[in-house]
T-cell receptor, first 120, second 112 residues
Framework: GAVVSQHPSRVICKSGTSVKIECRSL??????MFWYRQFPKQSLMLMAT?????????EQGVEKDKFLINHASLTLSTLTVTSAHPEDSSFYIC????????????????FGPGTRLTVT | GDSVTQMEGPVTLSEEAFLTINCTYT??????LFWYVQYPGEGLQLLLK?????DKGSNKGFEATYRKETTSFHLEKGSVQVSDSAVYFC???????????FGRGTSLIVHP
């Protein structure tokens, strides 16, 4: 199956700093990428959807100036948490959707392993 | 709006025990239903799906049947293994949306 990677897997940063999380589709072109946030014992909350080369669409209640999303190529999307605060500590998961190069399945949504962000 | 309700975990079982994780949903129209699994340190993987009423999805010994009359999609496995320990998410996609709505996830712990 398709592979989506995230980097870093875990990051600790100080309050007020910014941190960037990368999401890559390794063997397919992701026309659409999604960013989710997962709180402990809670479901995945969709933060935003991005299409390659265009601005991200943010869900209601998500601050677009705080969570900057860039989908610069068909294999890379980045989420930058600006001026991070302890309440931003969470598990961030990306997923990617697009046609597969080798498989007969297309437009399936594949998830990355997640990034644990801790803001101190 | 659409919503998915799962039983709270953790569910703790001994190896070879029977597993049921309950899932019920609320949606407009006729959604497609999914179970995803998240193993420790990994991303979510699609486990099985069903796209219409009475369909049964199955994979790796897991099964779930789309029950429209009870709006349910319970996950079952006859004999669990330690390697099945993971978090299981029930989800739905409604109408033409390609963005799933997830339940809260149910943690399964299987002891030897």
């Amino acid at each position: 199956g398709a592979v989506v990677s995230q980097h870093p897997s875990r990051v600790i940063c100080k309050s007020g700093t910014s941190v960037k999380i990368e999401c890559r589709s390794l063997d397919f072109q992701a026309t659409t990428m999604f960013w989710y946030r997962q709180f402990p014992k809670q479901s995945l909350m969709l933060m935003a959807t991005s299409n390659e080369g265009s601005k991200a669409t943010y869900e209601q209640g998500v601050e677009k100036d705080k969570f900057l999303i860039n989908h610069a190529s068909l294999t890379l999307s980045t989420l930058t948490v600006t001026s991070a605060h302890p309440e931003d500590s969470s598990f961030y998961i990306c997923s990617a959707r697009g046609g597969l190069a080798r498989s007969g399945s297309s437009y399936e949504q594949y998830f990355g392993p997640g990034t644990r962000l801790t803001v101190t | 709006g659409d919503s998915v309700t799962q039983m709270e975990g953790p569910v703790t079982l001994s190896e070879e025990a029977f597993l049921t994780i309950n899932c019920t949903y609320t949606a407009t129209g006729y959604p497609s239903l999914f179970w995803y699994v998240q193993y420790p340190g990994e991303g979510l993987q699609l486990l099985l799906k069903a796209t219409k009423a009475d369909d049964k999805g199955s994979n790796k010994g897991f099964e779930a049947t789309y029950r429209k009359e009870t709006t349910s999609f319970h996950l079952e496995k006859g004999s669990v293994q330690v390697s099945d320990s993971a978090v299981y998410f029930c989800a739905l996609k409604s109408g033409g949306s390609y963005i799933p709505t997830f339940g809260r996830g149910t943690s399964l712990i299987v002891h030897p």
